[in-house]
C-alpha cells in the first residue's frame, strides 16, 4: 500500500525548520535506533497520525482523549508495523468508528512529539519521544461515528478553526493543528 518508510521519509519535503529537523531525526532512529517501531524502545518510537477531513476539507474529525483531556486527532503506536499509513487508518477506525480512506498515501506532515510519564492500564510509562508521522484523510462527515471508550469520551466533527479553539493544548494548537490547517489549505488550493 505505501512506500517503505525510509524511502517515504527521504522524499518527503519539509514544510517548514521544524518538520526539517523532525525528518532528521527520524531519519537517524532508523539507522541508529534499537526497535524504533515499538514501544520496547522507551526512549522514542514511530507513531502514526491522521488528519481527518471531511470531502470538502471544510471540518476536521476529532477525539476528546482520556489521557491528555483533550480534543485531538487520532492515532497510535507503530507497535511494529513499518506501515504507517496503514497504522493510520487502523487508528482511525478504533477510535472513531468511521471509514476513513487515504486523500494521497504520501506523508502530510512530520512531528517529533514529547510525552510526559504517566500510568497506563495500571503501568508507568516513562516520559520518550514519539516519531509521529501524518496523513491526510477523507471520511463521511454523514456516517455514524462513535468513541472508543478506553481511549476518548467522545468523536466531534469540527471545523478548521473550531479544532483550534476546542484544543486545550497550545503548543498542539500553535506547532502541530495549526500548521496542519495551514497545509490543508495549500494542498485544496493546489489541486490536489
Not at 525528518?23 to 537517524?28: A, Q, V
Not at 507513531?47 to 483533550?70: C, E, F, P, Q
Not at 516513562?126 to 463521511?140: F, G, K
Not at 471545523?159 to 485544496?188: H, I
Request: aromatic share 8%.
Amino acid at each position: 500500500m505505501s512506500l517503505d518508510i525510509l524511502q517515504a521519509l527521504t522524499a518527503y519535503r519539509p514544510w517548514n525548520e521544524q518538520e526539517e529537523r523532525d525528518r532528521s531525526i527520524m531519519l537517524s532512529a532508523l539507522s541508529a535506533t534499537p526497535d524504533p517501531f515499538t514501544r520496547e524502545n522507551e526512549v522514542m518510537h514511530f507513531t502514526a497520525s491522521s488528519w481527518i477531513v471531511n470531502r470538502d476539507g471544510t471540518k476536521v474529525l476529532m477525539a476528546y482523549h482520556n489521557l491528555y483531556n483533550a480534543w485531538a486527532w487520532t492515532g497510535g503506536h507503530a507497535d511494529g508495523d513499518r506501515d504507517l499509513l496503514a497504522v493510520a487508518l487502523r487508528e482511525a477506525r478504533e477510535e472513531t468508528g468511521i471509514h476513513a480512506r487515504p486523500v494521497t498515501e504520501s506523508i502530510f506532515s512530520l512531528e517529533t512529539l514529547t510525552v510526559d510519564g504517566h500510568e497506563k492500564r495500571g503501568r508507568y510509562v516513562p516520559s520518550h519521544l514519539h516519531l509521529n508521522v501524518t496523513y491526510l484523510l477523507e471520511a463521511d462527515e454523514n456516517e455514524s461515528i462513535r468513541a472508543k471508550a478506553d481511549e476518548n469520551a467522545a468523536v466531534r466533527w469540527f471545523t478548521l478553526a473550531d479544532a483550534l479553539t476546542n484544543c486545550s493544548e497550545p503548543w498542539m494548537v500553535k506547532r502541530v493543528y495549526g500548521k496542519l490547517n495551514q497545509k490543508l489549505r495549500a494542498f485544496a488550493s493546489s489541486g490536489c
